[in-house]
Each structure stands twice: as structure tokens, then as C-alpha cells.
């Protein structure tokens, strides 16, 4: 569980392909402080789990495995190296909750249609598929790349932020450009929500061919 408080950026320093995964490996400059093997790290707005640290004289480096699944579904798939990550670790049980309850779960892809400086602060419009859109209510939280934002306004296929010079300064919504894909996550409540009141589509996701097709009389899952 993560809060969407971005607590730096980190730099990304190689994406390998292996058999059944792809591996990515991160320097994570002060975030990476006190991180161990098996710990969750928000990257991008996407959970993912310490493989390896290595020690180095740049910080370190974190590696991290990613799915296929979860390289399909993000905008880890056109990372490179040198490309800026937003991090965060994962809340602690005595921590502060500065943000909204992050999952680190992505729902689908954004992409920035509107992206500018507006006097102090700046504005962000993120079209969005209607899978995610469906929960994005205004004044409601949302997760873009990680970051836990207000939304400004609601519209069918979009919606809009603020961003205050805080948030720009230190995530990387500094690098962004009209037409980058970003993370998003919808506030975890209103999938609740819409669940308990028997208004929510399929409680399930992809099929995966290995797990779910089973022996033939094999109990489903």
C-alpha cells in the first residue's frame, strides 16, 4: 500500500527481456535508503518488488522483475536508460497518509492532452480510457504515475488537475510532454463502492493460459 507521495525520482539504468520477464534495473539516488530484498516500491505508480540491490558508487541500484502482463499494461514499456521514474516506499503501519490509499495496481494508460504553466501553478488534462474514467469523480483522488492528485474536473473521456510547484519540481511530471502515456490508478474506494452495491462489470481480469485452463475436471479457480 502506498499513499500516491511521491518521495523522489530515480533514473533508470537498463531494461533487459529474459525468458518470462523483463528485468529493470533502477538507481534510486535517497529513495533507495533502507530498502532490502522482497520490499515494495511504487515505480511509476506501479508495485513492484526489490529482486536485487546492488551497491555502487552512483547509490546503487535497484532491480526489479515486471511481468509481461505488467509491461503491457504501463508506461515502464518505453522506459529507457536515462528515463526518470517517480518512487515511493511502501507505507509503514506508523506512517502518514499525505495522500489517498495507492495500490499500486494500475488500470490503464492515460495520455496528456492539455500540459501547461498557468501563473504559480500548472495544468494537466490526462484523456483516459472509460474503464478508469468511470471512477474519476470531482474532488476525488487519482494516481498519475504514482502521484496522488485532486481532480479539478470530470469529463467523459478526460479530466483535469492542478499541479503545484512542489509536485513539479520533484516528480516527473517535469519531463512530460503533450502526448506521453501515463499511469493511472482510480481511487480504490469507488471500485469498492460500485462492487458492494452489485454495479460493477467482470471481477476478473486476463486469463492466464497456464493457471486458469487447468487439466480437463480440474477444479476452476
Not at 488500470?107 to 492539455?114: E, F, H, S, T, Y
Request: a positive charge.
Amino acid at each position: 500500500m502506498f499513499t500516491g507521495i511521491v518521495e523522489g525520482t530515480g533514473v533508470v539504468e537498463r531494461v533487459t527481456p529474459t525468458t518470462d520477464s523483463i528485468r529493470l534495473a533502477v538507481r534510486p539516488g535517497r529513495c533507495g535508503h533502507g530498502l532490502r530484498v522482497g520490499d515494495s516500491v511504487a515505480v511509476n505508480g506501479c508495485c513492484l518488488t526489490v529482486l536485487r540491490r546492488a551497491q555502487a558508487a552512483r547509490g546503487g541500484r535497484l532491480v526489479f522483475d515486471l511481468l509481461r502482463e505488467t509491461w503491457a499494461r504501463t508506461n515502464l514499456q518505453f522506459v529507457r536508460p536515462g528515463t526518470s521514474v517517480n518512487l515511493e516506499r511502501s507505507l509503514r503501519a506508523d506512517g502518514r497518509l499525505g495522500g489517498h490509499f495507492v495500490t499500486g495496481h494500475i488500470d490503464g494508460l492515460g495520455r496528456i492532452a492539455r500540459w501547461e504553466r498557468v501563473e504559480a501553478d500548472w495544468l494537466l488534462e490526462v484523456i483516459a480510457p472509460a474503464a478508469v474514467m468511470r471512477y474519476v469523480v470531482f474532488k476525488g483522488a487519482i494516481a498519475v504515475d504514482g502521484i496522488s492528485l485532486t481532480v479539478a474536473v470530470a469529463r467523459k473521456d478526460r479530466f483535469r488537475v492542478w499541479v503545484i510547484p512542489h509536485t513539479y519540481a520533484t516528480t516527473t511530471l517535469r519531463e512530460r510532454v503533450v502526448g506521453d502515456a501515463v499511469n493511472l490508478e482510480a481511487d480504490l474506494l469507488g471500485k469498492y463502492v460500485e462492487r458492494f452495491t452489485g454495479r460493477g462489470g467482470p471481477s476478473v481480469g486476463r486469463r492466464h493460459p497456464k493457471i486458469d485452463a487447468g487439466p480437463p475436471g480440474a477444479i476452476p479457480h
